[in-house]
């Protein structure tokens, strides 16, 4: 399987909604429409798809963000593969090509969080040069 990654497009919005399911985070492919749309239209936001062929089996989006304590820094705010192509390149594909956009900005650090239970997903980030920081609680208030 040869796995190719671009540029996300607002045709990809309904394949990003369904994979943003495998993650347990399920929306309609309107809404993701209305999401992407305001993403790909920002300079400090990127999001990529990875294709086999035609078929889209993966995203990731990354932001830009300067923080007081650590300064400018890319954060992975979202990133899923299609379970059936997991392993196979998709995965190392889409950090990379965050992280060269991330470079091609001036940033110097990319930061990403992993849900504790997401076991899978720890080593995957430690071979690609990640190093653990801390583990935290994450809040959330709807308003």
């Avoid at 045709?11 to 399920?26: F, H, K, N, Q």
């Avoid at 929306?27 to 990529?48: I, K, P, S, T």
Wanted: charged letters at 25%.
């Amino acid at each position: 399987m040869s796995v190719a990654v671009r540029r996300a497009t607002m045709a990809d919005a309904p394949r990003i909604a369904e994979l943003s399911g495998v993650l347990g985070y399920p929306v309609e492919r309107g809404v993701m429409a209305e999401r992407l749309a305001h993403l790909v239209a920002r300079e400090d936001n990127a999001v990529f798809a990875a294709l086999d062929g035609d078929r889209i089996v993966g995203w990731i989006h990354g932001a830009e963000h300067e923080l007081l304590e650590v300064g400018r820094l890319c954060e992975i705010l979202g990133l899923v593969v299609d379970p059936s192509v997991r392993r196979v390149g998709a995965g190392s594909g889409l950090m990379a090509a965050v992280e060269q956009w991330a470079v091609s900005r001036g940033v110097t650090q990319v930061s990403v969080r992993s849900n504790v239970l997401r076991l899978e997903s720890h080593p995957f980030y430690e071979r690609l040069g990640y190093a653990r920081l801390k583990t935290q609680h994450s809040y959330r208030k709807a308003l």
